[in-house]
């Protein structure tokens, strides 16, 4: 799903039990998987994945890239390799940092301290708010996709909300996703304001959803 078809949030709309119990579970599930990859596989996956990422027409064309700070705790994605590589690159960098339920984008360098926040995610120690309307590029994680493009999170929305609050500014950002392949599932769980990606990028290459 592109930008375009992104779903207006709105206060009315009710959850559904069911999906958020299936969400549940499976976030429970996929979470455990990824931890049982040995740290050795992980590293060597990430890095496959950074040469993936550095290499995409998207990445290269970007001036601003927002990508996230791994949680080693979670086993994600690690992504110093690909900060290393598109800081070599010369590009500018962005950060998620969460406030009062709400993700933001903070400038960031290599080197810059960091330290752990509100759920554990490293988040710089001076935040510097970037202007949301230069981002080119949003980096995801995830702890399951599938073949539509729907991804599944830690269960907070923070990103669902971010990559909305882009979408109605008008904003066109690339949605790309990080993960392993093990984490692709039949189907995910989805809310009616769940958004999408527009690809996902994995050990052995990139897929693509439009």
């Known amino acids: 799903m592109s930008e375009g078809k992104s779903k207006p949030k ?16 499976l976030r429970q599930r996929m979470l455990a998987l990824r931890r049982s990859i040995p740290e050795s596989q992980r590293f060597e996956m990430s890095m496959a994945i950074a040469g993936h990422v ?39 960098l962005a950060v998620p940092v969460v406030g009062d339920g709400t993700l933001v984008s903070a400038a960031f360098q290599k080197g810059d301290p960091v330290l752990p926040a509100q759920f554990g995610q490293p988040e710089p120690v001076v935040v510097s708010v970037v202007d949301e309307s230069l981002i080119d590029v949003v980096l995801i994680p995830l702890l399951a996709f599938d073949s539509k493009g729907y991804r ?4 907070k929305g923070l990103y669902d909300s971010f990559l909305h609050r882009l ?9 790309i996703g990080l993960g392993f392949s093990r984490q692709m599932v039949e189907s995910v769980p989805v809310d009616p304001w769940d958004e999408s990606l527009d690809a996902v990028v994995y050990e052995h290459g990139i897929i693509r959803f439009t």
Do not use: N, Q, W
């Open 10 to 25: 709105s206060s009315a709309m009710v959850r559904d039990a069911g999906v958020a119990d299936t969400k549940a579970a």
């Open 54 to 92: 550095c290499g995409l027409p998207e990445i290269l064309d970007a001036r601003l890239i927002h990508l996230y700070l791994a949680m080693h705790f979670s086993a994600e994605v690690d992504t110093a390799s690909i900060l290393d590589r598109l800081s070599a690159m010369g590009k500018e």
């Open 152 to 155: 599944l999170g830690y269960g």
């Open 167 to 175: 979408s109605v500014r008008g904003r066109k950002v690339r949605r």
